[in-house]
């Protein structure tokens, strides 16, 4: 693969797994705003919400790069 092609799946995975990895720590975190009013601590929640929000954007970044590797035949 060269250098080109590598860095554009690279900031394509970036983008992507960014995105996704925003999108369930903001929806997490609505959820976890509900367990709060209901007498949860708060901050154990924010945290909680970024940790996901990191490990699912890991994942798909992950996924991305997998998904971006040339094709070879094995001989």
Request: proline share 0%; glycine share 16%.
């Amino acid at each position: 693969m060269n250098l080109l092609k590598k860095i554009g799946v690279i900031a394509a995975g970036l983008g992507i797994s960014g995105a996704i990895g925003a999108i369930s720590a903001v929806l997490l975190l609505y959820v976890l705003i509900d367990a709060a009013i209901a007498g949860a601590d708060e901050v154990i929640w924010m945290y909680l919400s970024g940790a996901i929000g990191v490990i699912v954007g890991g994942i798909c970044f992950r996924i991305v790069l997998w998904a971006g590797k040339g094709k070879k035949v094995l001989r």
